[in-house]
């Protein structure tokens, strides 16, 4: 398996604009999370979807903040309008539930930078 | 109240030094789990170990090593020999029975190596 994979790697968008972010999780994980990650605040998990289902948006800052999970093997992430503040490294990681595992794969992640 | 707590922010050693990373945790629950990760300056999350509550063995794969005491809340790592390569960041990381098994982070700690 070729793991999560997140698009795009990089994100450079000006403040207000529309940002949307992509991941295909591990085929066969039930489990996908959005976490972003900031100096300020470490890695804080946003979303988490079980079975497509959205579980717990809690972290989610703000209205400005959706998800979706279409399908097992597609979700987006969109911030609009985006602002500076939400500059940061975007991760979507996927986990299955089988047996004792219980890991998170993480993918490599999207930096992105508004301006 | 932070769940992970790695208080060691950064540590510097010389090559083939050895190094312990320290994680101490925070938890209610008799069932759990306990992860390590790295984030190489390349910026992927890297699965090391999961370690669940009921088991105590102390594990060494190679160079790397971690010990479990519930005793003591702690779940440490050690890397002996360090090496260049290990310069990274590494996250210590926890899920619980009573938190859907959510992974929850520490702030990370950063391992410099130096040649």
């Known amino acids: 398996d070729a793991g999560v994979i997140q698009s795009p790697r990089h994100e450079v968008t000006e403040m207000g604009q529309e940002v949307t972010l992509r991941c295909k999780p591990i085929s066969g994980h039930d489990y996908l999370f959005w976490y972003r990650q900031t100096m300020m605040r470490g890695l804080e998990l946003l979303i988490y979807?079980?079975?497509?289902?959205?579980?717990?948006d809690s972290g989610m800052p703000e209205d400005r903040f959706s998800a979706k999970m279409p399908n097992a093997s597609f979700s987006t992430l969109k911030i609009q309008p985006s602002e500076p503040r939400d500059s940061a490294v975007y991760f979507c990681a996927s986990s299955s539930r089988q047996g004792l595992n219980t890991e998170a794969f993480f993918g490599q992640g999207t930096r992105l930078t508004v301006v | 109240a932070q769940k992970v707590t790695q208080a060691q922010t950064e540590i510097s050693v010389v090559e083939k030094e050895d190094v312990t990373l320290d994680c101490v945790y925070e938890t209610r629950d008799t069932t759990y789990y306990l992860f390590w990760y790295k984030q190489p300056p390349s910026g992927e999350l890297v699965f090391l170990i999961r370690r669940n509550s009921f088991d105590e063995q102390n594990e060494i794969s190679g160079r790397y090593s971690w010990n479990f005491q519930k005793s003591t809340s702690s779940f440490n790592f050690t890397i002996t020999a360090s090496q260049v390569v290990d310069s990274a960041v590494y996250f210590c990381a926890l899920s619980e029975a009573g938190g859907s098994y959510i992974p929850t982070f520490g702030r990370g700690t950063s391992l410099i190596v130096h040649p």
């Open positions: 979807f079980n079975n497509n289902v959205p579980i717990d």
